[in-house]
């Protein structure tokens, strides 16, 4: 099987506190509480996020991250994605990666839906030629047809959501991650996007990856789960 993402050994270390604060702001709060420098010395202490995360995912394979609030699901993917750096560790990736909140961070409220959907599209690499000829597919599957030459300024929460979704599924990467996509839309908006998960999971043409506190949906749409507990690897089984 080739190996769509590797991680050897990572962590990830963080400050506690106001690192980096302006010293006059410090210098303000301590006249404002007494006991403000004590607090400031002991919440500057470093901290582990993550702890030696050492696991690999195969090219087609689709698997869930779960865990608490504070488990370190989000710095994960970050580091996934590259928004940030480990500390120290490997992480390799073979294949190009998109994200859903990615593609809602992209968008422009003084433009339409389609010309959302070729900047979006754009930021992730894609080319114009194959934007301009799905942007009618695109705009069919978030069910927009009516609004696709409206400002999104004027979307409602739900058309927002069926938007960036009907992107990033036709965008042509092989490595997607979605980040509690389904606790968000009306009822109807989540049976479509899990079945469109499962269609895109059994063609095996793309990896998946989603992080989700629901742990009934992440049993009936991945094939494995990892879970976190304060930082570390707590279990990685198959379903």
Same mark, same amino acid.
């Given at each position: 099987?080739?190996?769509?993402?590797?991680?050897?050994?990572?962590?990830?270390?963080?400050?506690?506190?106001?690192?980096?604060?302006?010293?006059?702001?410090?210098?303000?709060?301590?006249?404002?509480?007494? /006991?403000?420098?004590?607090?400031?010395?002991?919440?500057?202490?470093?901290?582990?996020? %993550? @702890?030696?995360? +050492? =696991?690999? $995912?195969?090219?087609?394979?689709?698997?869930?991250?779960?865990?608490?609030?504070?488990?370190?699901?989000?710095?994960?993917?970050?580091?996934?994605?590259?928004?940030?750096?480990?500390?120290?560790?490997?992480?390799?990736?073979?294949?190009?990666?998109?994200?859903?909140?990615?593609?809602?961070?992209?968008?422009?409220?003084?433009?339409?839906?389609?010309? /959302?959907?070729?900047?979006?599209?754009?930021?992730?690499?894609?080319?114009?030629?194959? %934007? @301009?000829?799905? +942007? =009618?597919? $695109?705009?069919?599957?978030?069910?927009?047809?009516?609004?696709?030459?409206?400002?999104?300024?004027?979307?409602?929460?739900?058309?927002?959501?069926?938007?960036?979704?009907?992107?990033?599924?036709?965008?042509?990467?092989?490595?997607?991650?979605?980040?509690?996509?389904?606790?968000?839309?009306?009822?109807?908006?989540?049976?479509?996007?899990?079945?469109?998960?499962?269609?895109?999971?059994?063609?095996?043409?793309?990896?998946?990856?989603?992080?989700?506190?629901?742990?009934?949906?992440?049993?009936?749409?991945?094939?494995?789960?990892?879970?976190?507990?304060?930082?570390?690897?707590?279990?990685?089984?198959?379903?």
């Amino acid at each position: 099987m080739t190996i769509a993402i590797r991680l050897e050994n990572v962590y990830k270390k963080y400050r506690r506190g106001r690192f980096g604060f302006p010293q006059i702001m410090i210098s303000l709060m301590r006249l404002l509480s007494r /006991n403000c420098k004590g607090s400031d010395r002991k919440s500057n202490r470093e901290f582990f996020a %993550l @702890k030696n995360i +050492s =696991f690999s $995912i195969n090219k087609g394979e689709s698997v869930g991250i779960t865990g608490k609030n504070g488990a370190g699901k989000s710095t994960l993917l970050k580091l996934i994605y590259g928004v940030t750096a480990p500390s120290s560790g490997v992480i390799r990736l073979n294949g190009s990666i998109a994200g859903y909140l990615d593609v809602l961070s992209c968008f422009y409220h003084e433009f339409t839906g389609k010309e /959302n959907i070729l900047l979006a599209g754009a930021y992730f690499g894609a080319q114009k030629k194959y %934007l @301009k000829e799905n +942007s =009618f597919r $695109i705009i069919e599957f978030a069910e927009l047809q009516e609004h696709a030459d409206t400002p999104i300024k004027k979307y409602s929460s739900g058309m927002f959501l069926r938007l960036a979704f009907s992107i990033l599924i036709h965008l042509d990467h092989e490595i997607l991650f979605f980040d509690e996509i389904f606790a968000v839309g009306d009822a109807e908006f989540q049976k479509r996007c899990q079945k469109t998960m499962k269609i895109l999971i059994e063609s095996k043409k793309k990896t998946i990856l989603l992080v989700s506190h629901n742990q009934e949906l992440i049993n009936s749409t991945c094939s494995r789960v990892i879970e976190l507990c304060n930082g570390e690897i707590s279990s990685d089984r198959e379903l």
